[in-house]
C-alpha cells in the first residue's frame, strides 16, 4: 500500500527523502508514476482528486495547507480521515507575519509610508503596548502561537473562539454575544478563522462599527471572511485606522482593486504562512504514526464542523 504526493515535484523530492530515512518500507508514490489508485493508503494533496471513488482503500487525506476549505466535505466518503497541515514551518511563519503585521499597525506604519510619499517629517501618536488590546479571531494551533509570540511586547493579549478556551496570559472569549464584547475592547484585530459557512463574511460593517474607532486589522485567514467594501468604507470614514490583508477573495487581486492602493492598507499575496517540505514532512511520518498505532492524527478535522 502506497503514500500517494500529490503536490509540487520540488517538495516531493524533500517528502522523498524523509520517507526513505523514516519509513525504508513505505511505498512512495507521485502522480508522475503510473499506479493504480487502488493501492494508495495515504494521500497527500490541495484537493480532492476527480476520480476519487477509485482510491478504494484510501485511510488518511493529508491537506498540503493549514486549511481545508478547498475540500468539499460531499467529495470524500465519510470513512477517509481528513487531516489539515500542522507543522511547524507554517507555525513559525505565522507568528513572524502577524508579529510584523501588529507591530507595523501598532506603530502606524502605513501612516508613516504616505508621510514618506510625501516626503512628510512628522510625528504620529502613539498607544504604548500595556495599553493596546491586540485580539485574535480563532483559538486553534496558529492562534495559539501567535499570541505566545506577541507575549514579550506587554500588549493586553485576547482571544475568541466558537467554544471555550483557557490560554494562560490570554482573556478568553467565545460564543457570539462575547463576540460584541471583545470587539468593544479591540484595538488591533486579528483574524485566523477558518472558512465555514459561519464565518463566511463575518468581517463587514457590523463588526467594524463594533470596534472602537481607529482599530486596526490584520487578516490571515481567508478572503472570503472579509467584505472588502466595508473595510475601504470603515477606512475612509476613520472607524478603522489600517489594515494589513494577506488574504482576498478573489485572489489573486486584480491588479486595478483600490486596496493595493489604499493609503492606510498593506496587501500581501497569501504568503504569510506556507508549508515548509522538511518540517511538514516530518509532521506528515509522524501523524502516519499516529494513525498506525491506533491514535487520531493531529490536525484530524472535524467534518461536521469544517475545521
Ligand atoms: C495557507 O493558507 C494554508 O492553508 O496553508
Known amino acids: 500500500m502506497a503514500f500517494l504526493f500529490n503536490s509540487d515535484a520540488e517538495r516531493a523530492k524533500v517528502f522523498a527523502n524523509a520517507f526513505a530515512h ?4 513505505q511505498r512512495f508514490l507521485t502522480p508522475a508514476e503510473a499506479f493504480d489508485p487502488a493501492d494508495v493508503r495515504y494521500l497527500l494533496t490541495w484537493t480532492v ?3 476519487i471513488e477509485r482510491y478504494a482503500n484510501l485511510e488518511v487525506l493529508f491537506s498540503i495547507g493549514a486549511g481545508v476549505d478547498q475540500i468539499e466535505p460531499a467529495s470524500l466518503p465519510p470513512n477517509i480521515k481528513l487531516v489539515r497541515m500542522v507543522e511547524d514551518g507554517i507555525v513559525r511563519m505565522m507568528q513572524e507575519y502577524v508579529t510584523l503585521a501588529v507591530l507595523a499597525l501598532h506603530r502606524d506604519l502605513p501612516g508613516y509610508l504616505s508621510q514618506q510619499a510625501g ?5 504620529r501618536p502613539v498607544r504604548q503596548a500595556p495599553d493596546c488590546q491586540v485580539s485574535v479571531l480563532g ?5 495559539t502561537a501567535v499570541l505566545d509570540r506577541l507575549e514579550p511586547f506587554g500588549f493586553i493579549r485576547q482571544g475568541w473562539s466558537r467554544s471555550a478556551r483557557d490560554i494562560a496570559g490570554v482573556n478568553c472569549f467565545n460564543g457570539p454575544e462575547q463576540l460584541t464584547q471583545l470587539l468593544a475592547q479591540t484595538d488591533i484585530l486579528v483574524c485566523l478563522l477558518p472558512l465555514t459557512s459561519e464565518t463566511r463574511g463575518i468581517l463587514n460593517v457590523e463588526l467594524f462599527s463594533r470596534l472602537p474607532r481607529g482599530a486596526g486589522l490584520v487578516h490571515v485567514g481567508r478572503g ?15 472607524q478603522l485606522a ?3 490583508i494577506d488574504v482576498t477573495d478573489p ?5 486595478d482593486h ?10 500581501t499575496p497569501h504568503i504569510a504562512s506556507v508549508t515548509q517540505p522538511q518540517t511538514a514532512a516530518r509532521a506528515v511520518i509522524d501523524n502516519i504514526g499516529r494513525h498506525e498505532a491506533g491514535l487520531a492524527p493531529l490536525g484530524l478535522v472535524d467534518r461536521d464542523r469544517g475545521y
Request: glycine residues 12%.
Open 22 to 25: 523514516a519509513l525504508p518500507h
Open 49 to 51: 482528486p476527480d476520480d
Open 119 to 123: 516626503g512628510v517629517w512628522g510625528v
Open 139 to 143: 483559538l486553534g494551533v496558529l492562534a
Open 224 to 238: 472570503p471572511q472579509l467584505d472588502h467594501d466595508a473595510l475601504i468604507g470603515a477606512l475612509d470614514s476613520g
Open 242 to 244: 489600517g489594515a494589513v
Open 251 to 255: 485572489e489573486p487581486l486584480p491588479a
Open 258 to 267: 483600490e486596496l493595493w492602493r489604499h493609503p492606510k492598507v498593506i496587501v
